[in-house]
């Protein structure tokens, strides 16, 4: 019989439903009031200090209503439903940049688990009055905020913009994830079409700059399969006019359906080599930006190659591609275990979407009551 897309979507949405119900693990150590981090950042196309603050929000509006993306960790730093007050929010971001010397630090993300842009989330009144505090810090130039799309209007950017005051850009983060709908639906549950996508670029466009994000790894594809994908759609982020282009490479989180299949052997992250490959096949052209592995909560298992290569390979995507982004950066000599990944790359799954994940969520709960 075969599994139709819908039923097929149905059982992901449940499972995942049921993942986000027993999610207990925090990110947030009990000294701070939120959590930072410094990464490379782009300014003008020159790489400079970035500065990442994630607050302590309530979490992203579509774990609640489609149980949220298949491999999204950000539910277990979450206040799970509980909304801070704007006073509460704003006390969070000076209380987290008051540990920083911010004169070397020229961009700055804020970050909630979930959509900046969601009033339900995040309130306008308080990112309007952080903004006006932004404004005010010299080195500053820009500023990046995340949201899903179904959340960005002109509206809500512009005043925005306007509280930054004119010398700082305005960045808006946003996840394309793949460029083929059918997959954003049943290979990450994203809750989200193209056509809103689309819409929330070209609505924006004229006010902020557009960054977006391309997922490397999609559950429930081949190795060859999800490097293809990943090349298609950066190429068609780059159609829409994003000025960044970001490729995340799938990690494994806890409290993940995808963490579960890859604990479960029935899916593997995507390799280092793989990463290599995509980059290869768009630079210079296109010149993503690879994510430093750096999700929150910290993922338990990222890309590898052998123990004799990985640091190696990592070291060579965020030190020195990340910084160059010219394909000079992307040669590697080759290691022994790059046979065991060019045998991944010619494995053929001949089942249909709807079925690899029927049968992926059986395997899941066979192995559960094992």
């Known amino acids: 019989m075969s599994v139709s897309t819908i039923d097929a979507l149905a059982a992901l949405r449940q499972k995942q439903h049921d993942i986000r119900s027993s999610t207990t693990l925090s990110m947030f150590a009990p000294d701070r009031a939120a959590a930072s981090d410094i990464r490379t950042g782009y300014y003008r196309g020159n790489p400079v200090k970035r500065l990442v603050i994630t607050f302590r929000a309530p979490g992203c509006s579509w774990v609640g209503r489609g149980g949220g993306c298949l491999m999204c960790g950000h539910h277990a730093g979450t206040l799970r439903g509980k909304i801070p007050s704007c006073d509460d929010y704003v006390t969070q971001f000076r209380t987290e940049i008051s540990t920083y010397d911010l004169s070397g630090v020229t961009v700055l993300s804020l970050y909630n688990s979930g959509s900046m842009l969601n009033p339900d989330e995040f309130p306008i009144e308080a990112l309007l009055h952080i903004c006006r505090d932004i404004s005010r810090i010299p080195s500053i130039r820009k500023v990046v905020l995340e949201s899903r799309a179904e959340f960005v209007d002109s509206k809500s950017a512009g005043a925005i913009r306007d509280s930054l005051g004119p010398d700082i850009t305005l960045s ?133 190659g052998c123990p004799k290569c990985t640091d190696r390979l990592i070291s060579g995507l965020l030190d020195d591609y990340n910084i160059h982004r010219n394909r000079e950066s992307l040669a590697y000599n080759d290691c022994t275990c790059i046979g065991s990944w060019r045998h991944k790359l010619d494995l053929i799954d001949n089942r249909p979407l709807p079925r690899r994940i029927t049968d992926a969520l059986a395997c899941i709960e066979e192995e559960a009551v094992r």
């Open 172 to 304: 808006i983060a946003m996840g394309l994830e793949t460029a083929n709908e059918t997959r954003r639906e049943l290979c990450i549950n994203k809750g989200c079409t193209t056509a809103e996508i689309v819409r929330a670029v070209n609505g924006v466009r004229d006010i902020a700059e557009i960054q977006l994000y391309v997922l490397l790894g999609l559950p429930f594809l081949t190795e060859r399969e999800a490097l293809e994908d990943a090349v298609e759609s950066i190429r068609y982020a780059d159609s829409l006019g994003a000025n960044e282009i970001h490729i995340e490479p799938l990690t494994l989180q806890s409290h993940t359906l995808t963490g579960r299949m890859v604990r479960a052997g029935i899916m593997q992250l995507p390799s280092l080599y793989t990463i290599y490959e995509v980059l290869k096949r768009v630079v210079p052209d296109i010149r993503p930006y690879v994510s430093p592995f750096l999700h929150m909560p910290l993922p338990d298992i990222i890309p590898s």
